[in-house]
């Protein structure tokens, strides 16, 4: 089993910064592709970063691009999503997610997921 906990969130002024940290129960994390997805209200769930056990592999949603940045420590079992340059549109829920399909962006290709954390960005 794979627990996920997400943290880091809260309220920010638009043009600050954010770092949301995901610490992940079991034995396997280093083996796990690891993403985050956000979920503004009324508005469906999307991918925002993920990355390979090895940190090799990256990849972002083009709005992330230049402004957050995805990284895990295996051993801590922790990833991270450093934020900048944050806006009022990424205000949302940030959930972190564990999947074992490489390069998975798609929510169905994710099998464990975390509880949240709510990021609030004020213009």
């Known amino acids: 089993q794979v627990q996920l906990v997400e943290s880091g969130g809260g309220l920010v002024q638009a043009g600050g910064s954010r770092r949301l940290s995901c610490a992940v129960s079991g034995r396997t994390f280093s083996s796990y592709y690891m993403g985050w997805f956000r979920q503004a209200p009324g508005k469906e769930r999307e991918f925002v970063a993920a990355i390979s056990w090895n940190s090799g592999r990256k990849a972002y949603v083009d709005s992330a691009k230049g402004r957050f940045t995805i990284s895990r420590e295996n051993a801590e079992n922790t990833v991270y999503l450093q934020m900048i340059s944050l806006k009022p549109e990424d205000t949302a829920v940030y959930y972190c997610?564990?999947?074992?399909?490489?390069?998975?962006?798609?929510?169905?290709?994710?099998?464990?997921w975390g509880q949240g954390t709510q990021v609030t960005v004020s213009s």
């Open positions: 997610a564990a999947s074992r399909v490489v390069g998975a962006s798609r929510i169905y290709e994710y099998d464990y």
